[in-house]
């Protein structure tokens, strides 16, 4: 693979080849502790549109704010949805997809940029009863200066991450990333800064 193409895929958020799902769900070693989060902040303006289009998943107010219990079986699910997402979405920039940028849609149609894949995995998870208050949409930028989204799943060993750049199930202070923002815990229309984070490189409205 020569480096332009590369470098594509890691523009387009591409779902590298990860480990294998039975590998991706193994318990870390440590616990990944929890991200300490500040107050709210602007919105990205992609979730804002989203929410335009499906006011009903941006006004919900979850009634259990505890942490999800770590379980085997739960980091199983958390491995398995990100494995099968990964596996299903075509990566493809929302250019190529819709003629503009920042669109965060399910990718019902097979492609997808990083917000979808976090989009359908978040679905995913919600269907097999995890509380939206531990699934939470995050901004991060990457080692490269990218702006990036994950899946934080909050739990009661810590905070882990579902991405489409591998297949494996990360504590978040071991994937390199810098956390910026994520949906606040009580309100999945409003977002909570990350204590730490540098100034969001992807669109926000105020």
């Known amino acids: 693979m020569n480096s332009s193409t590369m470098a594509r895929r890691l523009r387009l958020c591409v779902a590298m080849a990860g480990l294998a ?4 769900w193994m318990a870390p070693a440590l616990a990944a502790g929890a991200m300490a989060t500040g107050g709210i902040t602007s919105q990205p303006i992609g979730h804002y549109d989203f929410c335009r289009l499906h006011p009903g998943e941006c ?3 979850p009634s259990n704010l505890a942490p999800a219990r ?3 079986g739960l980091m199983s699910k958390l491995a398995s949805v990100t494995a099968r997402v990964n596996a299903a979405v075509k990566p493809m920039s929302d250019m190529d997809i819709y003629g503009k940028d ?3 849609a399910y990718p019902d149609k097979g492609v997808g940029d990083c917000e979808d894949y976090v989009l359908e995995k978040r679905r995913r998870l919600s269907h097999m009863g995890i509380s939206l208050s531990d699934l939470l949409i995050t901004v991060v930028r990457k080692p490269d200066g990218e702006g990036h989204s994950v899946l934080t799943v909050r ?7 579902l991405d ?7 504590a978040w202070d071991q994937t390199g990333y810098r956390f910026l923002k994520r949906q606040a815990i009580d309100n999945t229309g409003r977002w909570v800064s990350i204590r730490g984070g540098q100034q969001v490189l992807v669109g926000s409205v105020e």
């Open 102 to 104: 920042e669109v965060w």
């Open 70 to 72: 770590m379980t085997n």
């Open 155 to 161: 739990t009661d060993k810590g905070d882990y991450v």
């Open 164 to 170: 489409n750049l591998t297949d494996k199930v990360k």
């Open 59 to 61: 006004s919900i107010r």
């Open 21 to 24: 799902a039975t590998a991706g």
